[in-house]
Protein backbone atom coordinates (compact mmCIF):
# COMPACT_ATOMS: atom_id res chain seq x y z
CA UNK A 1 0.00 0.00 0.00
CA UNK A 2 1.36 3.29 -0.68
CA UNK A 3 -0.75 5.83 1.26
CA UNK A 4 0.96 8.89 2.27
CA UNK A 5 0.31 10.80 5.46
CA UNK A 6 1.51 13.89 6.47
CA UNK A 7 0.82 14.78 10.29
CA UNK A 8 1.22 18.26 11.30
CA UNK A 9 4.51 18.74 9.14
CA UNK A 10 6.45 21.84 9.63
CA UNK A 11 9.27 24.10 7.73
CA UNK A 12 10.89 26.64 9.98
CA UNK A 13 13.54 28.57 7.77
CA UNK A 14 15.96 30.85 9.15
CA UNK A 15 16.51 33.87 6.97
CA UNK A 16 19.86 35.99 6.12
CA UNK A 17 19.53 37.97 9.11
CA UNK A 18 18.57 35.03 11.60
CA UNK A 19 15.09 35.44 11.52
CA UNK A 20 12.61 32.63 11.59
CA UNK A 21 10.47 31.89 8.51
CA UNK A 22 7.08 29.51 8.75
CA UNK A 23 7.13 27.78 5.31
CA UNK A 24 4.74 25.54 6.26
CA UNK A 25 2.88 25.13 9.38
CA UNK A 26 1.26 22.31 10.90
CA UNK A 27 0.08 20.63 7.51
CA UNK A 28 -1.92 17.32 7.85
CA UNK A 29 -3.12 15.50 4.51
CA UNK A 30 -3.46 11.83 3.80
CA UNK A 31 -3.40 10.55 -0.05
CA UNK A 32 -4.72 7.45 -0.55
CA UNK A 33 -3.36 4.64 -2.16
CA UNK A 34 -3.75 5.88 -6.21
CA UNK A 35 -5.28 9.09 -5.34
CA UNK A 36 -3.69 12.07 -7.56
CA UNK A 37 -3.67 15.00 -4.94
CA UNK A 38 -3.03 18.39 -5.87
CA UNK A 39 -1.37 20.86 -3.97
CA UNK A 40 -2.62 24.46 -4.98
CA UNK A 41 -1.56 28.19 -3.68
CA UNK A 42 -0.53 31.32 -4.65
CA UNK A 43 3.24 31.72 -4.87
CA UNK A 44 5.23 31.18 -1.77
CA UNK A 45 2.47 29.44 0.68
CA UNK A 46 4.88 26.36 1.01
CA UNK A 47 3.65 23.98 -1.60
CA UNK A 48 7.45 23.37 -2.89
CA UNK A 49 8.59 22.93 0.68
CA UNK A 50 6.10 20.68 1.11
CA UNK A 51 6.87 18.62 -1.26
CA UNK A 52 10.61 18.65 -1.05
CA UNK A 53 10.07 17.23 2.31
CA UNK A 54 8.01 14.33 1.16
CA UNK A 55 11.01 13.64 -1.12
CA UNK A 56 13.89 14.51 1.74
CA UNK A 57 15.11 16.87 -0.07
CA UNK A 58 14.24 19.33 3.24
CA UNK A 59 14.53 18.71 6.21
CA UNK A 60 11.07 18.44 8.47
CA UNK A 61 11.27 20.48 11.31
CA UNK A 62 8.12 19.46 13.26
CA UNK A 63 5.33 16.36 12.83
CA UNK A 64 5.65 13.18 10.75
CA UNK A 65 5.54 11.80 6.88
CA UNK A 66 5.27 8.19 6.33
CA UNK A 67 4.16 5.81 3.65
CA UNK A 68 2.52 2.52 3.67
CA UNK A 69 3.04 3.15 7.35
CA UNK A 70 6.62 4.00 7.41
CA UNK A 71 8.27 6.82 8.82
CA UNK A 72 9.85 8.84 6.30
CA UNK A 73 11.12 11.61 8.71
CA UNK A 74 15.07 10.27 8.79
CA UNK A 75 15.04 7.85 5.37
CA UNK A 76 17.59 9.16 3.07
CA UNK A 77 15.61 10.64 -0.47
CA UNK A 78 17.10 7.90 -2.65
CA UNK A 79 15.72 5.00 -0.08
CA UNK A 80 12.51 6.63 -0.19
CA UNK A 81 11.09 4.96 -3.49
CA UNK A 82 9.75 8.45 -4.89
CA UNK A 83 10.39 9.87 -8.18
CA UNK A 84 10.04 13.67 -8.69
CA UNK A 85 9.47 15.78 -11.80
CA UNK A 86 10.73 19.24 -11.87
CA UNK A 87 9.07 22.10 -13.30
CA UNK A 88 13.19 22.44 -15.08
CA UNK A 89 12.90 18.75 -16.69
CA UNK A 90 16.49 18.38 -14.72
CA UNK A 91 17.45 16.32 -17.52
CA UNK A 92 21.36 15.77 -17.94
CA UNK A 93 22.08 17.36 -20.61
CA UNK A 94 25.52 15.74 -21.93
CA UNK A 95 23.56 12.13 -21.82
CA UNK A 96 21.18 11.06 -24.25
CA UNK A 97 17.53 10.35 -23.79
CA UNK A 98 17.96 6.65 -22.81
CA UNK A 99 20.85 7.91 -20.84
CA UNK A 100 18.69 9.97 -19.38
CA UNK A 101 16.25 7.57 -18.44
CA UNK A 102 17.80 5.05 -17.52
CA UNK A 103 20.87 6.16 -15.24
CA UNK A 104 20.19 5.50 -11.36
CA UNK A 105 18.24 2.31 -12.33
CA UNK A 106 21.82 -0.35 -12.66
CA UNK A 107 22.27 0.67 -8.66
CA UNK A 108 18.74 1.04 -7.49
CA UNK A 109 17.05 -2.19 -9.47
CA UNK A 110 18.09 -6.15 -9.85
CA UNK A 111 17.40 -5.65 -13.45
CA UNK A 112 20.22 -6.96 -15.77
CA UNK A 113 20.97 -4.25 -18.58
CA UNK A 114 18.92 -6.08 -21.08
CA UNK A 115 16.33 -5.44 -19.19
CA UNK A 116 16.53 -2.37 -18.22
CA UNK A 117 17.34 -1.23 -21.94
CA UNK A 118 13.58 -2.73 -22.64
CA UNK A 119 12.02 -1.17 -19.67
CA UNK A 120 13.30 2.34 -21.30
CA UNK A 121 11.98 1.22 -24.58
CA UNK A 122 8.82 0.18 -23.25
CA UNK A 123 8.28 3.21 -20.91
CA UNK A 124 9.84 5.74 -24.21
CA UNK A 125 7.20 3.89 -26.39
CA UNK A 126 4.40 4.69 -24.08
CA UNK A 127 5.45 8.24 -23.54
CA UNK A 128 5.86 9.05 -27.46
CA UNK A 129 9.75 9.44 -27.60
CA UNK A 130 10.26 5.96 -28.73
CA UNK A 131 11.97 7.82 -31.51
CA UNK A 132 14.34 9.93 -29.76
CA UNK A 133 16.08 7.77 -27.34
CA UNK A 134 19.49 8.56 -29.05
CA UNK A 135 19.39 12.07 -28.85
CA UNK A 136 20.66 15.11 -26.56
CA UNK A 137 17.78 16.82 -24.53
CA UNK A 138 19.22 20.23 -26.59
CA UNK A 139 18.03 18.37 -29.45
CA UNK A 140 14.43 18.31 -27.93
CA UNK A 141 11.14 20.43 -28.04
CA UNK A 142 9.99 21.51 -24.39
CA UNK A 143 7.20 19.37 -24.63
CA UNK A 144 9.82 16.53 -25.80
CA UNK A 145 12.10 17.07 -23.03
CA UNK A 146 9.02 17.19 -20.61
CA UNK A 147 7.98 14.07 -21.43
CA UNK A 148 11.58 12.61 -20.92
CA UNK A 149 11.56 13.65 -17.50
CA UNK A 150 8.07 12.25 -17.01
CA UNK A 151 9.59 8.82 -18.17
CA UNK A 152 12.54 8.97 -16.16
CA UNK A 153 10.23 9.02 -13.26
CA UNK A 154 7.69 6.43 -14.45
CA UNK A 155 10.48 3.84 -15.86
CA UNK A 156 11.65 3.64 -12.03
CA UNK A 157 8.27 2.26 -11.15
CA UNK A 158 8.41 4.11 -7.60
CA UNK A 159 6.04 4.25 -5.08
CA UNK A 160 4.99 7.64 -5.48
CA UNK A 161 5.24 10.89 -7.41
CA UNK A 162 5.96 14.03 -7.11
CA UNK A 163 5.41 16.75 -9.78
CA UNK A 164 6.48 20.36 -9.09
CA UNK A 165 4.69 23.07 -11.81
CA UNK A 166 5.74 20.16 -14.30
CA UNK A 167 3.74 21.80 -17.50
CA UNK A 168 4.29 25.49 -16.68
CA UNK A 169 7.51 25.48 -19.34
CA UNK A 170 4.64 24.21 -21.94
CA UNK A 171 3.08 26.31 -24.01
CA UNK A 172 -0.99 27.08 -23.32
CA UNK A 173 -2.08 24.21 -26.16
CA UNK A 174 0.05 21.85 -25.49
CA UNK A 175 0.07 22.50 -21.53
CA UNK A 176 -3.73 21.29 -21.91
CA UNK A 177 -3.14 18.37 -24.25
CA UNK A 178 -0.57 17.05 -21.51
CA UNK A 179 -2.86 17.65 -18.37
CA UNK A 180 -4.81 15.27 -19.93
CA UNK A 181 -2.67 12.82 -20.74
CA UNK A 182 -0.92 12.91 -17.41
CA UNK A 183 -3.90 12.08 -15.79
CA UNK A 184 -5.26 9.36 -18.26
CA UNK A 185 -1.10 7.84 -17.38
CA UNK A 186 -1.51 8.60 -13.46
CA UNK A 187 -5.11 6.55 -14.07
CA UNK A 188 -3.68 3.66 -15.92
CA UNK A 189 -0.27 3.35 -13.86
CA UNK A 190 -2.18 3.72 -9.83
CA UNK A 191 0.84 5.49 -8.65
CA UNK A 192 0.07 7.79 -5.76
CA UNK A 193 0.52 11.04 -6.62
CA UNK A 194 1.08 14.77 -5.54
CA UNK A 195 0.54 17.39 -8.13
CA UNK A 196 1.86 20.94 -7.14
CA UNK A 197 0.76 24.03 -8.91
CA UNK A 198 -0.56 27.86 -8.83
CA UNK A 199 -2.82 27.45 -11.46
CA UNK A 200 -6.55 27.02 -9.97
CA UNK A 201 -8.01 25.68 -13.34
CA UNK A 202 -5.00 22.83 -13.33
CA UNK A 203 -6.06 22.01 -10.00
CA UNK A 204 -9.52 21.84 -10.24
CA UNK A 205 -9.10 19.62 -13.88
CA UNK A 206 -6.68 17.33 -12.54
CA UNK A 207 -6.84 16.29 -8.99
CA UNK A 208 -9.25 13.67 -7.75
CA UNK A 209 -9.23 15.69 -4.62
CA UNK A 210 -7.12 19.16 -3.99
CA UNK A 211 -5.77 20.70 -0.82
CA UNK A 212 -5.78 24.46 -0.91
CA UNK A 213 -2.68 26.07 1.15
CA UNK A 214 -2.13 29.72 1.95
CA UNK A 215 0.35 31.22 3.70
CA UNK A 216 2.21 28.17 4.60
CA UNK A 217 -1.18 26.40 6.10
CA UNK A 218 -3.74 23.97 5.03
CA UNK A 219 -6.91 25.73 4.48
CA UNK A 220 -9.08 22.87 3.08
CA UNK A 221 -9.05 18.92 1.02
CA UNK A 222 -11.43 18.15 -0.45
CA UNK A 223 -12.85 17.03 -4.02
CA UNK A 224 -12.82 19.72 -6.92
CA UNK A 225 -17.06 19.94 -6.49
CA UNK A 226 -16.26 20.11 -2.92
CA UNK A 227 -13.76 23.04 -2.52
CA UNK A 228 -16.05 24.81 -5.22
CA UNK A 229 -19.56 24.48 -3.82
CA UNK A 230 -18.59 24.23 -0.48
CA UNK A 231 -15.39 26.18 0.79
CA UNK A 232 -14.62 26.46 4.34
CA UNK A 233 -13.23 30.43 3.97
CA UNK A 234 -13.03 33.22 2.25
CA UNK A 235 -9.48 32.53 0.66
CA UNK A 236 -10.77 28.90 -1.11
CA UNK A 237 -14.18 30.71 -2.06
CA UNK A 238 -11.99 33.09 -3.96
CA UNK A 239 -9.25 31.20 -4.97
CA UNK A 240 -11.17 28.51 -6.65
CA UNK A 241 -12.84 29.30 -9.78
CA UNK A 242 -12.37 31.37 -12.68
CA UNK A 243 -13.83 34.05 -12.93
CA UNK A 244 -13.65 34.33 -9.10
CA UNK A 245 -16.43 34.28 -6.71
CA UNK A 246 -18.26 37.45 -5.67
CA UNK A 247 -18.17 39.42 -2.48
CA UNK A 248 -20.86 42.04 -1.62
CA UNK A 249 -20.07 43.68 1.27
CA UNK A 250 -23.35 44.91 3.94
CA UNK A 251 -24.87 44.69 6.81
CA UNK A 252 -27.82 42.67 7.80
CA UNK A 253 -30.72 44.06 9.83
CA UNK A 254 -31.92 40.85 10.99
CA UNK A 255 -34.46 40.13 7.66
CA UNK A 256 -32.68 41.72 5.41
CA UNK A 257 -28.99 42.54 3.88
CA UNK A 258 -28.29 45.97 2.52
CA UNK A 259 -25.85 47.99 0.67
CA UNK A 260 -25.90 50.45 -0.88
CA UNK A 261 -29.23 50.67 -2.93
CA UNK A 262 -29.60 46.51 -2.20
CA UNK A 263 -31.83 45.11 -0.17
CA UNK A 264 -32.37 41.66 -0.30
CA UNK A 265 -34.57 39.50 1.96
CA UNK A 266 -33.73 35.94 3.83
CA UNK A 267 -36.13 34.07 5.19
CA UNK A 268 -36.30 33.22 8.75
CA UNK A 269 -33.75 30.02 8.82
CA UNK A 270 -30.99 32.38 7.44
CA UNK A 271 -32.18 35.80 8.63
CA UNK A 272 -32.55 34.40 12.55
CA UNK A 273 -29.20 32.54 12.31
CA UNK A 274 -27.03 35.79 11.13
CA UNK A 275 -29.77 38.40 13.35
CA UNK A 276 -28.16 42.14 13.13
CA UNK A 277 -24.35 42.18 11.85
CA UNK A 278 -23.39 45.46 10.30
CA UNK A 279 -20.15 43.37 8.53
CA UNK A 280 -22.14 40.46 6.70
CA UNK A 281 -20.39 39.25 3.42
CA UNK A 282 -22.20 37.40 0.59
CA UNK A 283 -20.59 34.98 -1.56
CA UNK A 284 -21.86 34.62 -5.35
CA UNK A 285 -20.26 32.79 -7.99
CA UNK A 286 -20.69 34.68 -11.45
CA UNK A 287 -22.89 32.15 -13.02
CA UNK A 288 -25.44 32.32 -10.66
CA UNK A 289 -25.63 35.98 -11.16
CA UNK A 290 -28.80 35.33 -13.86
CA UNK A 291 -29.23 38.28 -16.26
CA UNK A 292 -32.64 38.43 -17.65
CA UNK A 293 -33.79 39.58 -20.53
CA UNK A 294 -35.71 42.76 -21.09
CA UNK A 295 -39.20 42.30 -19.97
CA UNK A 296 -38.54 39.07 -18.70
CA UNK A 297 -39.12 39.12 -14.63
CA UNK A 298 -37.42 36.27 -12.48
CA UNK A 299 -39.68 34.03 -10.07
CA UNK A 300 -39.14 36.43 -7.42
CA UNK A 301 -38.79 39.84 -7.85
CA UNK A 302 -37.21 40.72 -4.19
CA UNK A 303 -34.46 38.75 -5.25
CA UNK A 304 -33.98 40.65 -8.47
CA UNK A 305 -32.35 44.58 -8.76
CA UNK A 306 -30.99 46.69 -11.58
CA UNK A 307 -27.73 47.28 -12.55
CA UNK A 308 -25.76 48.86 -15.41
CA UNK A 309 -23.39 47.10 -16.83
CA UNK A 310 -19.73 48.35 -17.55
CA UNK A 311 -17.77 45.51 -20.18
CA UNK A 312 -18.25 42.85 -21.70
CA UNK A 313 -15.50 40.29 -21.95
CA UNK A 314 -16.58 37.98 -25.25
CA UNK A 315 -15.18 34.59 -24.18
CA UNK A 316 -16.80 32.59 -27.24
CA UNK A 317 -18.71 29.86 -25.49
CA UNK A 318 -19.50 32.37 -22.29
CA UNK A 319 -19.54 36.07 -22.11
CA UNK A 320 -17.99 37.69 -18.63
CA UNK A 321 -20.73 40.86 -17.98
CA UNK A 322 -19.22 43.72 -15.43
CA UNK A 323 -22.29 44.99 -13.53
CA UNK A 324 -22.17 48.06 -11.17
CA UNK A 325 -24.88 49.66 -9.02
CA UNK A 326 -26.32 53.00 -11.06
CA UNK A 327 -26.05 56.03 -8.08
CA UNK A 328 -24.63 53.52 -5.29
CA UNK A 329 -21.46 56.06 -4.54
CA UNK A 330 -19.23 53.40 -4.65
CA UNK A 331 -21.62 51.69 -1.39
CA UNK A 332 -21.83 48.83 -3.13
CA UNK A 333 -19.56 46.31 -4.59
CA UNK A 334 -19.73 45.27 -8.49
CA UNK A 335 -20.98 42.02 -9.96
CA UNK A 336 -19.21 39.66 -12.53
CA UNK A 337 -21.59 37.31 -14.42
CA UNK A 338 -21.10 34.55 -16.39
CA UNK A 339 -23.67 34.41 -19.35
CA UNK A 340 -23.38 32.33 -22.69
CA UNK A 341 -21.99 33.81 -25.48
CA UNK A 342 -25.17 34.28 -27.66
CA UNK A 343 -26.22 36.63 -25.71
CA UNK A 344 -25.85 40.27 -26.54
CA UNK A 345 -25.49 42.77 -23.50
CA UNK A 346 -24.37 46.47 -24.51
CA UNK A 347 -21.69 48.36 -22.01
CA UNK A 348 -23.98 51.46 -20.65
CA UNK A 349 -27.24 49.78 -20.76
CA UNK A 350 -29.24 48.58 -17.56
CA UNK A 351 -30.00 45.03 -16.78
CA UNK A 352 -32.23 43.42 -14.24
CA UNK A 353 -30.50 40.60 -12.42
CA UNK A 354 -31.61 38.03 -10.22
CA UNK A 355 -29.58 36.06 -7.58
CA UNK A 356 -31.24 32.83 -6.13
CA UNK A 357 -30.91 32.62 -2.63
CA UNK A 358 -29.91 29.07 -2.87
CA UNK A 359 -26.86 30.11 -4.56
CA UNK A 360 -25.43 32.65 -1.57
CA UNK A 361 -22.84 31.97 0.03
P1 LIG B 1 5.64 27.90 -3.16
O1 LIG B 1 6.17 26.61 -3.68
O2 LIG B 1 4.23 27.77 -2.70
O3 LIG B 1 5.82 29.05 -4.09
P2 LIG B 1 7.82 27.71 -1.26
O4 LIG B 1 7.58 26.41 -0.59
O5 LIG B 1 8.85 27.74 -2.33
O6 LIG B 1 6.45 28.28 -1.81
O7 LIG B 1 8.23 28.80 -0.18
C1 LIG B 1 7.48 28.99 1.01
C2 LIG B 1 8.13 30.07 1.86
O8 LIG B 1 9.36 29.62 2.36
C3 LIG B 1 8.43 31.36 1.11
O9 LIG B 1 8.18 32.43 1.97
C4 LIG B 1 9.90 31.24 0.79
O10 LIG B 1 10.48 32.51 0.68
C5 LIG B 1 10.43 30.49 1.99
N1 LIG B 1 11.60 29.67 1.67
C6 LIG B 1 11.65 28.65 0.78
N2 LIG B 1 12.89 28.10 0.74
C7 LIG B 1 13.64 28.80 1.64
C8 LIG B 1 15.01 28.73 2.07
N3 LIG B 1 15.85 27.81 1.60
N4 LIG B 1 15.42 29.61 3.02
C9 LIG B 1 14.57 30.53 3.54
N5 LIG B 1 13.27 30.65 3.17
C10 LIG B 1 12.81 29.80 2.24
Excluded: W
Excluded at 274 to 302: H, K
Excluded at 310 to 317: F, K, L, Q, R, S
Amino acid sequence: MSQLRLDDVSKVFTDDDGNDVVAVDDVSVDIGDGEFLVLVGPSGCGKSTTLRMIAGLERITGGEISLGGRTLNEVPTQERDIAMVFQSYALYPHMTVRGNMSFGLEESTDLSDAEIQELVEETAGMMGIGDLLDRKPAELSGGQQQRVALGRAIVRDPEVFLMDEPLSNLDAKLRSQMRTELQRLQARLGVTTVYVTHDQTEAMTMGDRIAVMNDGELQQAGTPLELYHEPVNRFVAEFIGEPSMNFLHGEFDGSAFHAGPVAYPFDDSVAGAVGDADDVVLGIRPEDVDLLDAGETGMNPEHEFEMQVTVVEPMGDENVVHLEFPHAGGEADDLLATTGGMRTFVAGSAVTVHVPTDAIH
